[in-house]
């Protein structure tokens, strides 16, 4: 793939998604961020932000918030996905940024990725919301990374160091983001492979 004809798409995609707010933006501190990108995956943004919204009007802190137990959590987050295996992952977590962290999230994706629930996705899309150099796999990176052919893999870990390699670093903190707002933009299948062959012939 060339890199100057990937750059003109990325720069194409952004311009086709509509302007919405993820789950990950926005948040009054970066533990709020960090729970509000684990609890989207598997959930819509929408639902995902409502929860979070009045979580965290109540318990706007990881101080705060770890002193509830995990079945009142369960009922805070109950119209998430997975509730309640997230539950015990959002408690388990919290109690390991305020006691190993002083209540701050780490900025290291090795310290994060020990933290329950967090994966490697989950550690560059928090800290690329912070406009550090880390680009997040979902699944709608690699949906529409490989239907471009900017990667030619499906293994998140591989995707990630295709898509470093092929963007320069300045970009890497918009990849997920754009390609996200994309991705939920055309929701269906149909309409977004429309758009993506049309990128293909005409993006160069």
């Known amino acids: 793939m060339n890199k100057k004809t990937a750059l003109k798409q990325l720069k194409f995609l952004k311009s086709k998604g509509r302007e919405m707010r993820l789950a990950a933006d926005g948040w009054e501190n970066e533990w709020q961020r960090l729970v509000a990108i684990l609890l989207s995956a598997r959930t819509r943004d929408e ?9 965290f009007d109540e318990y706007p802190t990881a101080e705060k918030f770890v002193k509830l137990s995990i079945d009142e959590i369960r009922e805070l987050i109950g119209s998430i996905n997975f509730y309640n295996n997230k539950s015990k992952m959002l408690f388990e977590m919290t109690k390991d940024i305020v006691d190993k962290f002083d209540g701050k999230a780490p900025h290291k994706v090795e310290d994060l990725i020990m933290l329950s629930g967090v994966g490697r ?10 406009g550090e150099a880390h680009i997040g796999v979902d699944t709608h990176v690699n949906y529409i990374s490989n239907y471009l052919g900017w990667v030619k893999s499906d293994d998140p870990v591989k995707v990630e160091k295709q898509l470093m390699e092929l963007f320069p670093k300045s970009k890497w903190t918009e990849v997920n983001n754009i390609l996200v707002t994309f991705g939920k933009t055309y929701t269906s299948r149909k309409q977004k492979n429309m758009w993506l062959d049309w990128v293909l012939e005409n993006v160069r």
């Open 47 to 55: 639902v995902t932000i409502l929860v979070c919204e009045k979580m």
């Open 121 to 130: 996705k989950t550690a560059n899309v928090f800290l690329a919301e912070d």
